[in-house]
């Protein structure tokens, strides 16, 4: 008899204890959701609060210099530090070099190297294999000249060039002469520019991520995405675009939605080793 009323009892605490859990949700479910801004922590509101950052994106925008029109204006209206790359040899190269400084900007040379296929273009700038040291250092010098608002440099194309230790080294003297960094574009899996640079003291960094081989909005998107998903594991990631129109229209689109959510942009420069 004694363990019937011990049941009794357990049975209806557990009762009391459904009614009470099913009030507590019900309640809850009247109370609005509270959203905290991005980068703002609940807190004492008389401590400094600390920026909380997910990531740090750095985007370089290469093959400025082909043209001057809405395109490659509407880059110059981003509202974030870009990184821009000029191709020498160009009718807007020079021209384009100082809107973008003057814009705000930062502008690297966008250097032609040798591909494993056919090279097109730039053919008083491009890179080759079979040149002399001293041909390699006077182009580089004429299109580093031919923008002078330049502070660094990456690699146009060169899957054959930025493997060749003599094209690398040559690279790398004029880089070091004139106090500037080289970011490796990493146009193939076997170049030696970031590990042949980091070698010799030379400020270095690689690209990450291509946001735009595909010319479709929708992939640019989920470039841009793993983009920002590399910088929020590894702390900074780099992304190269191009002056393509739809590139332009995603990052119009979603650098203010990734601030939002906590990513920084920032100039290649900063991002360094």
Known sequence: MMLLVVLKRVDDRA?????????????????????????????????????IIEGVIGIIID????????????????????????????????????KAVDAGYEVVVHMPLENTGKTFGEEEFVLLTSMREDEMIRRLNKALDEIPTAIGMNNHQGSKASADSSVVISIAKVIKERNLFFIDSRTTAESIIESTMESLNIPTARRNVFLDN???????????????????????????????????????????????????FEFVSKMLH
Do not use: C, W
């Not at 509270?34 to 609060?49: A, F, H, S, V």
């Not at 809405?70 to 021209?95: C, E, Q, R, W």
């Open 214 to 264: 595909d010319d479709e909005e929708e992939k640019i998107i989920a470039q841009l995405m793993e983009l920002a998903q590399k910088a929020s594991e590894l702390g900074f990631a780099i992304g190269i675009g191009h002056v393509k129109p739809k590139t332009l229209s995603v990052l119009e689109k979603y650098i203010p939605i990734l601030k939002q959510r906590g990513f920084k």
């Open 63 to 98: 093959d400025f210099g082909y043209r001057n029109d809405k395109v490659s204006d509407g880059f110059l209206k981003l509202n974030a530090k870009m990184t821009y790359a000029v191709i020498p040899g160009h009718s807007y190269s020079s021209l384009f070099g100082r």
């Open 15 to 51: 009762t009391e204890l459904e009614k009470m859990l099913n009030l507590i949700e019900e309640r809850y479910e009247k109370i609005p959701e509270i959203i905290t801004p991005p980068n703002i922590q609940p807190g004492n509101k008389d401590e400094e609060k600390e920026e």
